[in-house]
T-cell receptor
Framework: AQSVTQPDIHITVSEGASLELRCNYS??????LFWYVQSPGQGLQLLLK??????LVQGIKGFEAEFKRSQSSFNLRKPSVHWSDAAEYFC????????????FGTGTRLTVIP | DTGVSQDPRHKITKRGQNVTFRCDPI?????LYWYRQTLGQGPEFLTY????????KSRLLSDRFSAERPKGSFSTLEIQRTEQGDSAMYLC???????????FGSGTQLSVL
């Protein structure tokens, strides 16, 4: 069965600092991996996804993530955080066959301080 | 592209009442998903349609929950005899084909008193 662990419930960073949000997954085959962002009152927005190929994927808003099969990880990074990045971030794993339903982690809330 | 639309945005109901939520997916999207999100948790998959066919419903939380997509366009999610534990955000998403990205609506926030 698929599962996703986001070990950090809440992270606070200073504006301009670098950011890394952790995500570990459990899945019996090659997973499809996603990062979504959710701002208050907004729907979930896809930041980036990994299906295959290059293990370093680039997303929107300057985010990137690296798939490490040996560590079952898909950590999200950004070199310089902006105040507008404050939001809830969700990592998700999807199956390659059947329904396209995603299994989400519990999320990491990012606070950005001036 | 007007995005995924959900109605209502908020619903307050008394325990034991039935509620129905509506989702209008992006027009050319044939796949539609319902998720539930409770406070402090990530979205939890409930059910999935491809066109009008409900292809996976094993994750619906109980037989009080049902979903329809009669013409392969909009969908409704009904909860009968609501309980306080049903209080959550109900999210709808749509996509064009397998493993394309999901576009989420803003959700319907249900509060059961």
């Amino acid at each position: 069965a698929q599962s996703v662990t986001q070990p950090d419930i809440h992270i606070t960073v200073s504006e301009g600092a670098s950011l890394e949000l952790r995500c570990n997954y459990s899945y019996g085959a090659t997973p499809y991996l996603f990062w979504y962002v959710q701002s208050p009152g907004q729907g979930l927005q896809l930041l980036l996804k990994y299906f295959s190929g290059d293990t370093l994927v680039q997303g929107i808003k300057g985010f990137e993530a690296e798939f490490k099969r040996s560590q079952s990880s898909f950590n999200l990074r950004k070199p310089s955080v902006h105040w507008s990045d404050a939001a809830e971030y969700f990592c998700a794993v999807g199956r390659q066959t059947g329904a396209n339903n995603l299994f989400f982690g519990t999320g990491t809330r990012l606070t950005v301080i001036p | 592209d007007t995005g995924v639309s959900q109605d209502p945005r908020h619903k307050i109901t008394k325990r034991g009442q039935n509620v129905t939520f509506r989702c209008d997916p992006i027009s050319e999207h044939n796949r539609l998903y319902w998720y539930r999100q409770t406070l402090g948790q990530g979205p939890e998959f409930l059910t999935y349609f491809q066109n009008e066919a409900q292809l996976e419903k094993s994750r619906l939380l109980s037989d009080r929950f049902s979903a329809e997509r009669p013409k392969g366009s909009f969908s409704t999610l009904e909860i009968q005899r609501t309980e306080q534990g049903d209080s959550a955000m109900y999210l709808c998403a749509s996509s064009t084909r397998l493993n394309e990205k999901l576009f989420f609506g803003s959700g319907t926030q249900l509060s059961v008193l």
